[in-house]
């Protein structure tokens, strides 16, 4: 167990506890984060397929989407084009 009072801590240990997760975010907040913009040179949408978030891809090929998920299960985000 983390420190107690250290929300850093205390969220990373929540975090590595969990069984799935859920991501709420909106335009831009990646990268005041340090995470590169999906479209970003460095970003998720060059390197991975962006049709594994499209919802018929999944239906068609769920196992390849699950696996590149990983813990995190749901986005909820805005302002994301054709994502």
């Given amino acids: 167990m983390g420190k107690e009072g250290d929300p850093l801590l ?21 990268v005041e984060s340090g995470i590169p913009p999906f479209r970003g040179p460095d970003g998720l949408g060059n390197r991975h397929d ?3 978030l499209e919802l018929s891809y ?8 699950w696996e590149a998920r990983g813990l ?4 909820i985000a805005q302002n994301i084009d054709s994502v």
Avoid at 18 to 28: K, P
């Fill in 10 to 30: 205390e969220a990373a240990e929540t975090v590595r506890g969990a069984r799935h997760l859920t991501a709420f975010t909106g335009a831009g907040i990646s």
């Fill in 50 to 52: 962006p049709r594994m």
């Fill in 72 to 75: 995190l299960k749901t986005v």
């Fill in 58 to 65: 999944f239906r068609r090929h769920p196992r390849e989407c």
